[in-house]
């Protein structure tokens, strides 16, 4: 079994099925089928994407990260918004490899030790620990070309000025008002008294440093599927909530959950003096923030043809059900 498999199969036992109102004995979508599926495809398409070269060190440092496992959210938003306006997994397969590249030379800067200064990612050592610092740079750096090469080249079956209109989203995403900007505000407020942090702090972090990309995946996969501006409008609204949720669900687990259950070090936040939800507001507000949010995802999907929309519906909950 693979770890995708392990991290899907752990989430998906609230969320396996989807059932109509008043049909409980009818499942009419299996969750966790998906997300094996998806997973699968995506995994094979990194594979192809980075290809193992005889004695190339950064080919082996980037698919050590890219290739560890993970739950593939980032990934599946992308292909599942493309279905959800019309298009096709193979439209948005290019951009959802691209996202997974970005999201994980992320978790290796972030793991430095000029940044968070970490040594557990996905149950085994950070990067930077399995090779060193300097290739752990590079490979980031690497992985973050490779991404927007990725989808100027291997994107197929889309128009031109959608690839072009993906490529300005994404770089969007993740530059000086994305989430460098975010990773920066993190670290500024890092140390301070919760009094010199508010929620509107915290908020424009967490909607940058993790939301934006979350925003970014689903709005690329929209693009290249051929969403009008209303429907691409929308998705927007819909992945900036459960951008938000992805986070607030991260701040509570950092506090309850242990570092074997997380698949890295728990209580980090804590120990470097981050703001979080649960220091600003609590657990069981925390946990009341995050059910509000999903709610008010789930309603920006209303319009959209239902049975479509389930996979996002789906990872919606998902997001705010996960463990780890």
Partial sequence: MSCASVH???????????????????????????????????????DAAVPLKEGQKIQE???????????????????????????????SMSAACAVEMIHTMSLIHDDLPCMDNDEL??????????FSEAVAVLAGDA???????????????????????????????????????????????????????GLEQLEFIHLHKTGALLEGSVVVGAILGGGSNE?????????????LLFQVVDDILDVTKTSEELGKTAGKDLVAGKATYPKLM???KSREFAEKLNKEAQSWLSGFDPEKAKPLLALANYIALRQN
Wanted: with cysteine; net charge positive.
């Fill in 282 to 284: 609590g657990i069981e």
């Fill in 121 to 130: 990612r996905r149950g085994r050592p950070t990067n930077h620990k399995a």
């Fill in 8 to 46: 899907i199969r752990t989430l998906t036992k609230e969320n396996s099925t989807l059932k109509e109102e008043g049909q409980e004995s009818k499942p009419t979508f299996n969750f966790e089928a998906y997300m094996i599926q998806k997973a699968k495809s995506i995994n094979q398409a990194l």
């Fill in 143 to 197: 992985l973050l070309a490779l991404a927007f090469e990725h989808i100027a080249v291997s994107t197929a079956g889309v128009p031109l000025t959608r690839v072009v209109r993906s490529i300005g989203e994404l770089a969007r995403s993740i530059g000086p008002e994305g989430l460098v900007a975010g990773q920066v505000a993190d670290m500024s407020c890092e140390g301070l008294p919760v009094s010199e942090v």
């Fill in 231 to 243: 429907e691409v409008e929308k998705l927007r609204r819909f992945a900036r909530c459960i951008g």
């Fill in 61 to 91: 440092a980037m698919r050590y990260s890219l290739l560890a496992g993970g739950k593939r959210v980032r990934p599946v938003l992308c292909t599942a918004a493309c279905e959800l306006v019309g298009g096709s997994e193979s439209m």
